[in-house]
């Protein structure tokens, strides 16, 4: 049983940063497992934020977050960071870590394993 722990949300006001991280435990990684972030918005659907291949490291993002937010991995720790830049309002949602069991990770339908999310704010 895999189980994924989000920690580094927080309160901060627009063009502030944030790093989130997200630390796996049990089960085991492949390379073809993918690893990703979504969020959630008070009554807004679950979106896609980005996602990383666990092999080759590969990297993809919604668009409305490219260029701000890096995604990045450590395969030794089996942990995902999310690096968030530029920080805006409509980014406050609950954020929730996510394994991917396909090549990508885009969808709800891709996610194998979730956590249990960390909250994030931003003030303007």
């Known amino acids: 049983q895999v189980q994924l722990v989000e920690s580094g949300g927080g309160l901060v006001q627009a063009g502030d940063s944030l790093r989130l991280s997200c630390a796996a435990s049990g089960g085991t990684f492949f390379r073809w497992h993918t690893m990703g972030w979504f969020r959630q918005a008070p009554g807004k659907e679950r979106e896609f934020v980005a996602g990383?291949?666990?092999?080759?490291?590969?990297?993809w993002y919604g668009d409305s977050v490219k260029g701000r937010f890096t995604i990045s991995r450590d395969n030794a720790a089996i942990t995902v960071y999310l690096q968030m830049n530029t920080l805006k309002p409509e980014d406050t949602a609950i954020y929730y870590c996510a394994r991917g069991n396909r090549p990508v990770l885009r969808t709800k339908s891709d996610v194998d394993y979730w956590g249990q999310g960390t909250q994030v704010t931003v003030s303007s």
């Open positions: 990383i291949s666990w092999g080759a490291g590969s990297t």
